[in-house]
């Protein structure tokens, strides 16, 4: 990690334009919503670009379904992602008298809805170069308008 330090002010505008050009280009796809950016944010690590999938816009096909078919494109840097801590073993086996994680999931619906619609791309793909965000968008749309036919 130390040594990525020292390529931090290098990297750091290239993933910010990109995960500019991403956001715009995945925006337009049916059925995918990149995160809203938070004005107050002056300065991103961009370790990951979060999308929000809806499988109604894809046929019905599942979250996983359409990352298996991303990688099947050559979009291989994709990920379902996040699960949620209540649901992590070791916060489980660490914290006495924890209820069940279903209990847990009903407190925090939003929780769930993020880690079961979230998809994410990681770092490395926003260091790419601009056509590398067109490449994701073109394979996501290739999906999409095959699935939503």
């Known amino acids: 990690l130390l040594a990525q330090l020292d390529r931090l002010q290098e990297h750091m505008p290239v993933r910010e334009a990109n995960a500019r050009r991403l956001g715009q280009l995945l925006g337009q796809i049916p059925g995918l919503r990149p995160l809203p950016e938070d004005g107050r944010v002056t300065s991103h690590g961009r ?64 929780t769930e809805a993020a880690a079961a619609n979230g998809i994410w791309f990681f770092q490395f793909a926003l260091l790419g170069d601009p056509g590398d965000m067109e490449d994701i968008a073109a394979a996501a749309a290739k999906i999409q308008s095959a699935w939503s036919a």
């Open 47 to 110: 370790h990951l670009f979060l999308v929000r999938y809806d499988a109604d816009a894809f046929g019905g096909h599942s979250r996983e379904e359409f990352i298996a078919a991303l990688r099947a494109e050559g979009i291989t840097p994709v990920s379902p992602g996040y699960v949620p801590l209540y649901r992590q073993a070791a916060i489980r086996n660490a914290v006495p008298d924890t209820p069940p994680a279903d209990a847990w999931a009903a407190l925090y619906p939003v």
